[in-house]
């Protein structure tokens, strides 16, 4: 590895120091001739491709540990890190690429077992409301919103992001008509509700009342088939993952949740009516099923022996079939007088 920085005329801080003096500049080379500004820029893309190669090695040499500490430490220290987020916008699209993979090894580099990253990123929270409103910029919002997944690995900022006034934008990036953006942004909600347990479970049970009250609305009876494929499979993950049993109970007496998973075993898509089945059958099973609860499931009985009856994966699915078979018979043997 020694020799692979031999024909480098940087040492790594180096690197990073000329990478961060050309990114301050960027704002102001429009004032440069177009030449010389063309110049810094190539001159710039090459120092950020070679951190990148640093950072994650290539074909011919892996990392090296002490280069990577140097790398993540200056890009700290002198707020490199920000600038390249900041500058994102400025730079050609590969060196974006490149920008985008350097954010995301330094999120798992440690040095002298503390990751710099989270450290920085608590003193600089801004920094992920920015990532987020990436997603208001359609040619942007990819590199962003790789970025912001890899950021909120680290719990502390993912519970920031859950109780910030931004997180409700996701409501709304989830259904941009540009489907990439959509995708990109569904895939970090996700992240957001699925990756810290612990951080989701206090968050929902705080926010239970607004949080459901949207998704319900602006996900689960969206307009989207999309949108409602991903939020129904998303509710059930969430709901039937043992740190959410305190929720997934509150969700399942709603006569109003019930009624809406019941439109989504009608809906044609195979797909949402098995994921839709999944949270269907936690209604189903509780024991301690309200009054009205008990009313829906007895007056639509008929309806719902005939759909199960036909029901099934298109593939065999011992798992499903057993569930299938105790939803049907908790419902046959449901009684009125349930409802007392």
Excluded at 260 to 279: C, D, G, T, W, Y
């Amino acid at each position: 590895m020694k020799g692979f920085f031999k024909h480098k005329s940087k040492s790594p801080a180096d690197l990073v120091r000329s990478a961060r003096e050309l990114l301050q500049a960027l704002d102001h080379v429009n004032s440069l001739k177009d030449s010389k500004r063309e110049e810094k820029i190539a001159e710039l893309c090459k120092n950020i491709r070679d951190i990148k190669i640093s950072l994650y090695g290539n074909n011919e040499f892996d990392p090296a540990p002490d280069s990577c500490a140097q790398i993540t430490q200056e890009i700290f220290q002198h707020d490199t890190f920000r600038l390249m987020i900041v500058c994102l916008p400025k730079l050609e699209l590969e060196a974006r690429k490149d920008v985008t993979q350097i954010v995301a090894n330094l999120q798992r580099q440690q040095v002298q077992s503390k990751v710099l990253a989270c450290e920085y990123l608590e003193r600089n929270k801004d920094l992920l409301d920015m990532l987020i409103l990436g997603y208001e910029n359609a040619d942007l919002a990819l590199h962003y919103g790789t970025m912001f997944r890899e950021c909120i690995r680290h719990q502390s900022m993912a519970r920031y992001v859950l109780e910030s006034s931004h997180f409700k934008k996701f409501f709304e990036y989830i259904e941009l008509a540009n489907f990439a953006v959509a995708s990109d942004a569904a895939a970090s909600f996700k992240e957001l509700l699925t990756r810290h347990k612990s951080t989701v479970a206090e968050y929902l049970a705080r926010n239970y009342d607004w949080f459901f009250q949207e998704y319900n609305t602006r996900l689960l009876e969206s307009p989207n088939y999309i949108t409602r494929r991903q939020a129904v499979k998303l509710l059930g993950d969430m709901l039937l993952d043992k740190s959410n049993t305190a929720v997934m109970m509150r969700y399942v007496v709603s006569k109003e949740n019930l009624r809406i998973m019941m439109n989504l075993l009608r809906e044609p898509s195979k797909n949402i009516q098995i994921e839709a089945f999944h949270v269907f059958k936690v209604f189903v099973a509780n024991t301690n099923k309200p009054p009205e609860i008990v009313s829906i499931l007895v007056a639509n009985r008929s309806k719902l022996l005939r759909f199960f009856s036909d029901f099934k994966t298109e593939q065999e699915d011992k798992h499903f079939d057993q569930d299938k078979a105790q939803v049907v018979k908790e419902i046959v043997n449901l009684e009125p007088r349930d409802m007392i």
